[in-house]
């Protein structure tokens, strides 16, 4: 079972912002939100990490709800190298990555 | 050196072969993990080792038999595959808990079974 949902495909223009949204309704107290993302023919690459709090890193920005049943990863200038399949994941147990189903994201030039 | 190296990057076999998948990091980690990935799919975990043991097994059928012959290493032995096993093999590493960081993965090894 999915532990996390996402919209299948989303759109951004370029130079501009992008918050792909996540649903994790069932997630534990202890459980991490873990984002990656995969470009055709490469392994998933890391993104950003979060528990309770937002955080922020070269590359994006994570909001978590204040219940954490949702989060967000922002993109805040999406670039044409930016196109991937951004997935957000809930690390359960230390170790265990639980993969969502993906949001293919498409940068218009 | 941040590469999880995977060989071989493409692999063909029928139902009756044996072969083997193999994953190499040096970055230390001692968390090692197997996924399959089915096109426009996301990855699907199978297995995880943590110092070497073997700590997750996600009811992944037993003609996939993984092994870790040390703290660098990691096998995926294959043997009489089905078709519908033709996939995206990734290999992982991280630190024993991970949670707090990040999964380093290599580019996959991808399988085709006739």
């Known amino acids: 079972d999915a532990k996390t949902t996402q919209p299948n495909s989303m759109e951004s223009n370029e130079e501009e912002p992008v918050h792909l949204p996540c649903n994790h309704s069932t997630i534990s107290g202890t459980d991490y939100i873990h984002w990656y993302r995969q470009l055709p023919s490469q392994g998933p690459e890391y993104v950003i990490h979060?528990?309770?709090s937002n955080v922020n890193n070269r590359m994006a920005s994570l909001a978590i709800a204040e219940d954490r049943k949702s989060s967000t990863l922002i993109l805040h200038r999406a670039t044409l190298r930016d196109a991937a399949v951004y997935y957000c994941?809930?690390?359960?147990?230390?170790?265990?990555?639980?993969f969502g189903t993906g949001t293919s994201l498409t940068v218009i030039p | 050196d941040t590469e999880v190296t995977q060989t071989p990057k493409h692999l063909v076999m029928g139902m009756t072969n044996k072969k083997s998948l193999k994953c190499e990091q040096h970055?230390?980690?001692?968390?090692m993990y197997w996924y399959k990935q089915k096109a426009k799919k996301p990855p699907e975990l199978m297995f995880v080792y943590s110092y070497e043991k073997l700590s997750i097994n996600e009811s992944v059928p037993s003609r996939f038999s993984p092994e870790c012959p040390n703290s660098s290493l990691l096998n995926l032995h294959l043997h009489a595959l089905q078709p519908e096993d033709s996939a995206l093999y990734l290999c992982?590493?991280?630190?024993?808990?991970?949670?707090?960081?990040?999964?380093?993965f290599g580019e996959g090894s991808r399988l085709t079974v006739l």
């Open positions: 970055m230390g980690h001692r968390a």
């Open positions: 992982a590493s991280s630190q024993a808990v991970a949670n707090t960081g990040e999964l380093f």
């Open positions: 994941i809930l690390v359960v147990a230390g170790n265990q990555f639980y």
């Open positions: 979060g528990l309770t």
